[in-house]
Each structure stands twice: as structure tokens, then as C-alpha cells.
């Protein structure tokens, strides 16, 4: 049949099964806007109030689902307006494709108005881009954008398609969407690993997001208490293995538990799987572990060796190589070895707060109310790090953070888009400094009607710079006590919200309870001192010997 490009563009989306797209119109993208008017009974269009929240959104949608998330937007700052999230979503390795409109091709290069080069602006933070300039390769290169997006280590492609080529009409021909096989190959390297492991009397097991990617979670179960392997988790995978399995030992890297740290200090082998050794799990990379072996599995041959040097890689999908290795592993012959983990991880604490409102009871209060199910999304700072410290996840794909770019004004995009795509009970917990970075996407939520519960852990400062100031600047608080005039409860109501405030540690549960029960988007102004800590921590390019335990004397 014969088809215009924008047409062309949205069939190759339904030809992905995908039913919902992210975005914002404008001159440049109108035509593309068009097609999906024709296909509206097929494909949802989300309009946002901002191009960055759009791309947050088809972010969330891609996490929460597991599918390939599309955010659409128009040239020039339609496009720029992107950048932050599809660099949020590449560091994640998040398949997300983003589809912009741009001038005509006579016009390319001639600083025509709303003309940028995005294809060059993204390159750095992109798995691929493309830019279309011929119609009959169109559909083709929409297919390979879809494809690279999902396969292997996943992850953001840009395609910039001129105005002219939108307008212009080819052939088009139905294809059904090519299939992404697990990776994994037989050879020497496994046998070595195998022996390794085999070899072992006192294996740990640290996991990333590779392993919710490759859907790995009944594997690491089995893996785990096959070889007698405590486990440990970077922020991006944390629950694929159950928090309340007896092997969980919690979060790795600068704020992870401490036990973790005795039980990597004292292990003699390291199965790292799905995960990348970043400098927040890694620290003093030369140092990581040294007294141990170290395995390492990645999809990715960038990603092994890169920053900590392992005994023995496995360039494989992560569900594949344990399934490939599990039968021929033998079982623990140290039972010594897990018990004496789990009872340190069992005698492990967090340090509380004595304030008047604790974050930590907040968030057992949020894991312990409402949907059993429900999918927790934070942006970053402190809140983040409590959450991954102190909540429960049990399950892949219950928590939505952005833990590479670390984006501040992540979290309500990410919130819509989990809401939209699972239609689970949504909480979102951020800062003020964080909230007042994306706050207008409450709009977009309250028109959807959708059902997110917003915790603001409002300290009237940047929390998490505070604490470094605090502990390596000698207290220079620069630009760090923001001290907004903002009431978030009239705020949320005028936003087309409901607002609750929270002070006291006695009201948390009444006011949590009152939250969930109410329909739409609740936003919770939760009022805590501004001197709160996270711990513990390892200063930045530090050992697990310089573990921060206590908070300092202010």
C-alpha cells in the first residue's frame, strides 16, 4: 500500500505492539502528530506538559512493562528539550526509541528556525541514531531502531526523520518485529568460570540490572542456594532476588550495608552478574575485592574489565549463562559460610533518626500499606538512598530510578508512564529539590486520573550535597539551603491534586492510610530535618575500610 512517511512511522510502532506513546507536538512533527489521530484507536498518545517529562515517561512505561518505551517531539528545543532523558534511559539501559521531526532537507544545515542537529547532540548518549533523508528507507530504519533499542544490552535510539520525508509517500509492506535471542556461547571461558565456582569456599553473588533485563530472578534464587552464595545488589537490581530471602544481604557500593561490606571483605569468589562495577559500587576499583576471585557475566564487551580487572568473563545474556552453568555447579560444601552471613546480615541495622518525622518509618510505612504490588519510583538523593536501603522489593520492575545520570526531576515522568503501563498503585518518593524540578507533570497525572501517591521528604535543602558539605567542605552550605516558599498541599490542589501534610511520626500511618484511599494524585509534604544523614557511606574512591558508620557531631 501506499503510505506518507508519518504514516509509515506510527505502523512500524504498531508493528512493535506497543500501544502507548509518549510526547509533544509542534510544526516540525505535526505530520507524524496526524497519522497517529488516524490510529488513535490503536495507539494512546500522552501529551505532557514538557518534552524532558515525556521522555521520563516513555522511561517509566519501558521499566515498569519490559517493552521499548516512544517518546515523539518536534525539532530545535522540542528535541533538545529530550536530551536528559534518553540520557537517563541509556545509562540504565533502558530500551527507548525517541522520534523527532526536523526541518526539510533543502533546509538542513542552513540554521533554519527550530532547526538543530540532534543526531550530533545525541550521539554521545544514544545506542545509535539515524536521520532519514530518503522515504524508501523509512520503515527499515524505523525496524533496525526498534531492534537496537531492545537487543543485547538495551537502550535509547534517536531517530530524526526531515519534514519533507514525513510528507512524502513510498510503498509500505507489513513486517512482524525481528526476534532478539538471548546470547550466549559455549567455550572455554565457561568451563573456567565453572571451576571457579566450584572451586570456591566462600562465593558471593552481586547482582545489577542486567539481571532484571534478562529476567534472571528464578535463576539468581536457585544459583544462590545451590552454592550456599550470599547476595548483594546494586540500586538497579534490586529486586530481582527477593528482599526477604535469608540470602539477601541488601545494597552494595557507597551506601550499601555493612554487613555487605564483612561479607565481601571475607569472601574468596565474586560472581558479578548483570552489573558494571561503577564507582559508587566499586569505589577504590584497584582495591575491589582483591583478596578474592572474580567472575564477571555481561551482555555488554564494554562493561568487562572496565573498571574492576575479573579472573575470568563471560560475554552472555545473564538467565542464559546460569542456566548453562547450573546444572554442572556443585553444591555448598560450606554451610558454615551462609549461616555466619546471614546472621551478621540478621544483627545489621540502620541508623533511625530522632527527629520528629524519621524517612525510614515513612518508607517500612509506605512498604507495609497499600498495594502489596505496588511500583516505587524515587529521583535522586538522599530519599533514593533510604528507599534503597530500607524498602522491601520483592519482585523485578517494582522499583524506577534513575541510577546512572543520576536525574533529578526523573521521578513523576517515570511515575506517569509506570502508572499508564501497569495500572499498579504508583508511589513516588523525592525531595523538594528533586519535586520542584518536575512538578508540572501533576497535571498530566491529575488528567489522566491516574492513581500515584507523591512523598515529599521536605527538608527545605539539597540533602544529599548538604551531607557533603557537612562531612568534606566544612559546613560551606553553597546554594544548598533552597527554601522554596512552596505549600505542597495548595499546590497539589491547584494542580488538580489532593494534599496531605505530614509532621510527626505518630501520623504517618493515618495519613499514609488516607492517601492510598484517595483517588487520584495525592502529593504528601512529609517535613524533615534538614541534618539528616544517610548511612552508611564510603566516601567517594574509598575502601570498604573507610565504611562511615555513625553520623558525625554537628
Not at 575479573?310 to 560444601?333: E, F, Y
Not at 501517591?453 to 544529599?464: K, S
Not at 559546613?475 to 510527626?504: C, M, Q, W
Not at 492510598?516 to 494524585?521: E, I, P, S, W
Request: charged share 20%; with cysteine; net charge neutral.
Amino acid at each position: 500500500m501506499k503510505l506518507k512517511g508519518s504514516q509509515i512511522i506510527v505502523k512500524c510502532i504498531e508493528e512493535q505492539n506497543i500501544d502507548t506513546v509518549f510526547g509533544y507536538p509542534g510544526g516540525y512533527i505535526i505530520d507524524v502528530f496526524d497519522a497517529l489521530y488516524e490510529e488513535r484507536e490503536n495507539i494512546t498518545q500522552i501529551l505532557t506538559c514538557h518534552e524532558q517529562g515525556a521522555s521520563h515517561a516513555a522511561d517509566g512505561w519501558a521499566r515498569a512493562t519490559g517493552k521499548t518505551g516512544v517518546v515523539i517531539a518536534t525539532s530545535g528545543p522540542g528535541a533538545t528539550n529530550l536530551v536528559t532523558g534518553i540520557a537517563t534511559a541509556n545509562m540504565d539501559s533502558v530500551p527507548l526509541v525517541a522520534i523527532t521531526g526536523n526541518v526539510s532537507t533543502a533546509l538542513l544545515g542552513r540554521d533554519s528556525f527550530q532547526e538543530v542537529d540532534i543526531t550530533g547532540v545525541t550521539m554521545p548518549i544514544t545506542k545509535h541514531n539515524f536521520m532519514v533523508k530518503n522515504i524508501e528507507e523509512l520503515a527499515d530504519t524505523m525496524r533496525q531502531a526498534f531492534y537496537i533499542a531492545a537487543s543485547g544490552r538495551p537502550g535509547a535510539v534517536l531517530v530524526d526523520i526531515p519534514k519533507d520525508v514525513q510528507q512524502a509517500v513510498t510503498d509500505y509492506e507489513p513486517k512482524k518485529p525481528r526476534e532478539i535471542k538471548p546470547y550466549f556461547v559455549e567455550n572455554k571461558y565457561v568451563e573456567r568460570a565453572i571451576e571457579l565456582i566450584n572451586g570456591a569456599e566462600r562465593p558471593a553473588i552481586y547482582i545489577g540490572g542486567g539481571c532484571t533485563v534478562s529476567d534472571a530472578g528464578k535463576e539468581l534464587v536457585a544459583l544462590s542456594e545451590k552454592i550456599g552464595a550470599p547476595v548483594t545488589s546494586s540500586l538497579m537490581g534490586l529486586g530481582c532476588f527477593p528482599a526477604s530471602h535469608p540470602n539477601f544481604m541488601g545494597l552494595i557500593g557507597m551506601h550499601g550495608k555493612a554487613n555487605v561490606v564483612e561479607t565481601l571483605k571475607k569472601a574468596d569468589l565474586v560472581l558479578a552478574i548483570g552489573c558494571r562495577f561503577s564507582d559508587r559500587v566499586a569505589g577504590d576499583r584497584k582495591n575491589f575485592c582483591k583478596n578474592a576471585k572474580i567472575v564477571h557475566i555481561d551482555i555488554d564487551l564494554a562493561e568487562l574489565n572496565k573498571n574492576v580487572k575479573a579472573d575470568v568473563t563471560l560475554l552472555a545474556d545473564a538467565k542464559s549463562a546460569i542456566d548453562a552453568m547450573l546444572p554442572r555447579l556443585n553444591a555448598a560444601k560450606n554451610s558454615a559460610w551462609i549461616s555466619e552471613c546471614r546472621k551478621r546480615a540478621s544483627e545489621d541495622y540502620l541508623l533511625g533518626s530522632d527527629g520528629k518525622l524519621c524517612p525510614r518509618k515513612i518508607i517500612r510505612a509506605v512498604n507495609k500499606l497499600g498495594d502489596n504490588d505496588k511500583i516505587v519510583v524515587t529521583d535522586v538523593g538522599q530519599h533514593q538512598m533510604w528507599v534503597a536501603q530500607t524498602y522491601m522489593f520483592e519482585k523485578p520492575r517494582r522499583l524506577l530510578t534513575s541510577g546512572g545520570l543520576g536525574t533529578m526531576g526523573y521521578g513523576l515522568g517515570a511515575a506517569i508512564g509506570a502508572s499508564l503501563g501497569t495500572g499498579k498503585q504508583t508511589v513516588l518518593m523525592t525531595g523538594d529539590g528533586c519535586f520542584h524540578m518536575n512538578f508540572n507533570e501533576i497535571v498530566t497525572a491529575a488528567k489522566l486520573g491516574l492513581d500515584i501517591t507523591i512523598i515529599v521528604f521536605d527538608n527545605h535543602t539539597l540533602g544529599m550535597v548538604r551531607q557533603w558539605q557537612t562531612l568534606f567542605y566544612n559546613k560551606h552550605y553553597s546554594s544548598t539551603d533552597i527554601n522554596y516558599p512552596t505549600d505542597f498541599v495548595k499546590l497539589a490542589e491547584a494542580l488538580g491534586g489532593t494534599g496531605f501534610r505530614l509532621e510527626r511520626n505518630e501520623d504517618i500511618e493515618s495519613v499514609l492510610s488516607k492517601a492510598f484511599a484517595t483517588k487520584g494524585v495525592k502529593v504528601i509534604d512529609a517535613v524533615i530535618d534538614k541534618d539528616e544523614f544517610v548511612l552508611p557511606m564510603i566516601p567517594a574512591g574509598k575502601g570498604f575500610d573507610s565504611i562511615v558508620i555513625e553520623k558525625p557531631v554537628l
